[in-house]
């Protein structure tokens, strides 16, 4: 069956499924975490809101440079990312509640 001598298939076992519930909590929740924070962080980069730790300013070079322009526009376009993302976990979501349900209306 297998193409290479000896070789007797993969040393690991499958994983196992996660529980459905326990599979859908978790993407629900990676998916309000993902939305809410890219809100957030596009919401305060786009307004100029967003301010670094005191900690931080012992390295004003740093500091400024994510403070200016370029480090706004890097932040947005980490919260548009985590938008998108949350996005794509919303759709893989809604995707398996619903081959849940209509696999459990077949039968």
């Not at 007797?8 to 993902?34: E, T």
């Not at 400024?64 to 759709?91: D, H, I, N, Q, T």
């Amino acid at each position: 069956m297998n193409a290479v001598p000896g070789y007797s298939g993969p040393s690991m076992p499958a994983p196992r499924p996660r529980p459905f519930s326990r599979d859908v909590l978790f993407r629900a929740l990676r998916f309000f975490y993902l939305l809410w924070g890219g809100m957030l962080l596009s919401t305060l980069a786009y307004y100029g809101r967003l301010r670094m730790p005191a900690q931080f300013w012992q390295w004003p070079g740093l500091c400024r440079a994510l403070m200016g322009p370029w480090g706004r526009a890097v932040a947005l376009g980490f919260g548009l990312v985590m938008c998108l993302a949350a996005l794509l976990e919303v759709w893989e979501l809604v995707d398996r509640l619903l081959v849940r349900v209509m696999g459990e209306s077949e039968r």
